[in-house]
């Protein structure tokens, strides 16, 4: 098995589902976080998850294989913190976030079964792990300070 393109296929599924099937991802993420909403549309949202696509098949490009796992543990990171988001909102709301079923089945799994393999494998050391985790996980702190100063922008 080759985990480098599990990573594509595990976000086109979750991307399916956010908006294809059931879809309402974007009505839904405007009602959870209304304070930023004007800065959630439907170009933004399809630019940040093509480019989510592409980064996704980039580590199995990469000449040296460590920076190629190291790449794919910290994509992996992103994937786990969204599925974090995605199970955390549906709690919270107690309504279904378009996503969450993917995150469950697909994210959480593939990340806690790549990071083993590659660390138990020795094609990642666990410092390695470690920091492509705190890189990849910082995504989604990162992305939300956007989302705020672009929506003050906006709204101006």
Not at 68 to 87: D, E, M, Q, S, V
Not at 107 to 114: A, I
Request: net charge positive; aromatic share 16%.
């Amino acid at each position: 098995m080759n985990l480098y393109y599990l990573l594509p296929a595990s976000a086109i599924l979750h991307i399916t589902e956010e908006f294809l099937f059931p879809g309402g991802f974007l009505t839904w993420y405007r009602h959870y976080w209304p304070e930023i909403a004007a800065s959630i549309t439907p170009r933004f949202l399809f630019i940040i998850n093509a480019i989510l696509i592409i980064v996704c098949f980039i580590p199995p490009l990469i000449g040296d294989p460590a920076y190629g796992i190291a790449l794919w543990l910290a994509i992996a990171a992103i994937l786990f913190t969204n599925a974090i988001f995605h199970i955390q909102a549906s709690i919270r709301t107690k309504i279904y976030s378009p996503g969450t079923v993917t995150s469950v089945l697909v994210y959480l799994p593939l990340t806690v079964f790549g990071y083993w393999t590659f660390i138990t494998n020795g094609q990642a050391s666990v410092g390695t792990a470690v920091s492509s985790f705190l890189i990849g996980a910082s995504y989604h702190w990162f992305s939300l300070l956007s989302h705020r100063r672009r929506a003050k922008t906006i709204e101006k």
